[in-house]
T-cell receptor, first 111, second 113 residues
Framework: QQQVKQSPQSLIVQKGGISIINCAYE??????FPWYQQFPGKGPALLIA?????SEKKEGRFTISFNKSAKQFSLHIMDSQPGDSATYFC??????????FGEGTQLTVNP | ETGVTQSPTHLIKTRGQQVTLRCSSQ?????VSWYQQALGQGPQFIFQ???????GRGNFPPRFSGLQFPNYSSELNVNALELDDSALYLC????????????FGSGTRLTVV
């Protein structure tokens, strides 16, 4: 059962542009929504995370927008750089327990 | 402070064989989780160990088993390997079982032929 759906599957953005990745979840018990960045040959690394009591969280060029009523959340990468080229995963968990991941978005930022 | 280390990095096994993968958790972390990541997909939760006890399991058959040792390192064992078991196996550790700061290792790439 796919509880977290992620789109798009792949994304190509020009340097300096905005990258937007969307996720939707089904289980209303989820209370923690992290985003992970994964480079080839590496494990996922936590990028930014949000709890459902806030609608937006910003850390540097990365912003999470959260819509509790729509059960959707998204990652915005401002001023995208070639070094941001990686696979991004959204995830969700209940009280910090097992992570349920989306299917991933392969981001390519062209110079 | 060392991160999560996994061994081996790559492994090739024959269908029907058994395999053991190892994970050393990050210093200060007592909870270890294992995930299976098939090519082009997101990681799938296998199980979690907290203070040497399994305290959560995903939708994986019993031939996937694990251990956690007193130093909080962990093993993932897979018996009767199938071709579909070919994947990247990721270990993640965190300070407590209901914690939000998971640190992932770089994984073990298992190929079953």
């Amino acid at each position: 059962q796919q509880q977290v759906k992620q789109s798009p599957q792949s994304l190509i953005v020009q340097k300096g542009g905005i990258s937007i990745i969307n996720c939707a979840y089904e289980n209303t018990a989820f209370d923690y929504f992290p985003w992970y960045q994964q480079f080839p040959g590496k494990g996922p690394a936590l990028l930014i995370a949000i709890r459902p009591d806030v609608s937006e969280k910003k850390e540097g060029r990365f912003t999470i927008s959260f819509n509790k009523s729509a059960k959707q959340f998204s990652l915005h990468i401002m001023d995208s750089q070639p070094g941001d080229s990686a696979t991004y995963f959204c995830a969700a968990s209940i009280s910090g327990s097992r992570l349920t991941f989306g299917e991933g978005t392969q981001l390519t930022v062209n110079p | 402070e060392t991160g999560v280390t996994q061994s081996p990095t790559h492994l090739i096994k024959t269908r029907g064989q058994q395999v053991t993968l190892r994970c050393s958790s990050q210093s200060g972390h007592n909870t270890v989780s294992w995930y299976q990541q098939a090519l082009g997909q997101g990681p799938q939760f296998i199980f979690q160990y907290y203070r040497e006890e399994e305290n959560g399991r995903g939708n994986f058959p019993p031939r996937f088993s694990g251990l956690q040792f007193p130093n909080y390192s962990s093993e993932l064992n897979v018996n009767a390997l199938e071709l579909d078991d070919s994947a990247l196996y990721l270990c993640a550790s965190t300070k407590e079982q209901a914690s939000y700061g998971y640190t992932f290792g770089s994984g073990t790439r298992l190929t079953v032929v």
